[in-house]
């Protein structure tokens, strides 16, 4: 290793304190802006927050019921969580709201799945809750469980191929922008079965349409000397943060953002459509220019650009091999 004079062994330090100090900084920023949105207090809750709530909870009361044993009290504890919120609702949600359904419907398939002593019932105060908002379901409960296993027409060379064949292009066809819009929406509709933590799906799509949002965009992910990206269709992948129950999730917006822009590329390869993801490794006041330059709310935080197009014809293509490692380098048992 080279060995550096004590003099400008200092200056490193100096700038690599600098660096590290002003990152310190920019972190705690982002972490009181996912504080401030993320927070999930009773009194103050918007509607999406509550609606998050909901979602978590009715999540929990679904795997309460694939329980074989052992589920009646983690379904009682999820069924009076949602009791509670669906009574919260009543000021801030339409009762017309689907996930108000939902979460009744969960309600009386407890119900009606288990015996409960009306003494019980009296104490959880279900009933009166179910009468407020009975208008909204329909008589019989719908079951929250399916028996699932992977159809038996599946080929997984079908997937083998499909993930080996992906590439990164970054060299599309100037028509590109003509893509069909369709395509984007089905990809996204395929996009939404991806894993998301509770089931909170909290993912938003902005298809960059106009030249002005693109070029705000691409000018803040400042990937300089990457002319190519002018030429592709540009979405931005953002995770609305007040999905989250506070800083403790502080990194679960880009798990579950990038596992949804997963789905979406391999979705629109499978259409033929290709794709390149773009870093947005952006400092919090990166993020709060880019949320201004398109107009979108503070609570959105951008996880990734996916740049997207048709390929220029393959004679004129050339992309990057992208070799992979071995496997068992990575693969480990311990
Ligand atoms: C989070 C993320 C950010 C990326 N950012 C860029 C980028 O800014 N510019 C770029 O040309 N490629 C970018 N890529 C693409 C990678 O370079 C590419 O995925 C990698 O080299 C593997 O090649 P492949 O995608 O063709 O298999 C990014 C990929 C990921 C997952």
Known sequence: MKQLSTKSRIIDSIKRFKTVFFDFLDN??????????????????????LRMQLRRHIHAFEVSQ????GKHDRALT??????????LSEDLLPASDPIIDEAINCIHLFLKKTTIDSAQLQKINLLHEINLRKSNTNS???????????????????????VTSRRSVRSFSSSATNLNFKIVQESVQQAIYSPSACNRQPWKVYYLKSDKAKQACLKIQNNSGSS????????????????????????????????FSM???????????????????????????????????PNLAPIMLIAFGLRESDSALAIPKGQRTNFQELLHEI
């Open 78 to 87: 999820t069924v009076l969580n949602i009791n509670k919120l669906v009574k």
């Open 228 to 259: 190519w990206r002018n030429t592709a269709s540009l979405l931005l992948v953002l995770v609305d943060i007040q999905c989250y129950g506070g800083s403790r999730e502080k990194h679960a917006p880009y798990i579950d953002g990038g596992l």
């Open 263 to 297: 789905t979406l590329i391999h979705s629109l390869h499978s259409k033929g459509v290709d794709t390149c993801p773009l870093n947005l490794n952006l400092k919090t006041k990166q993020i709060k220019l880019l949320q201004k330059n398109l107009g979108l709310p």
């Open 28 to 49: 705690f920023e982002y972490f009181l802006l996912f504080e401030k949105y993320s927070f999930t207090r009773e009194s103050s809750m918007t509607t999406v927050q």
């Open 140 to 162: 019989e409960p719908v079951d929250v469980t399916v028996l699932h296993g992977i159809p038996s027409s599946y080929n997984s060379e079908v997937y083998q191929n499909l």
């Open 66 to 69: 694939t329980y074989r044993q």
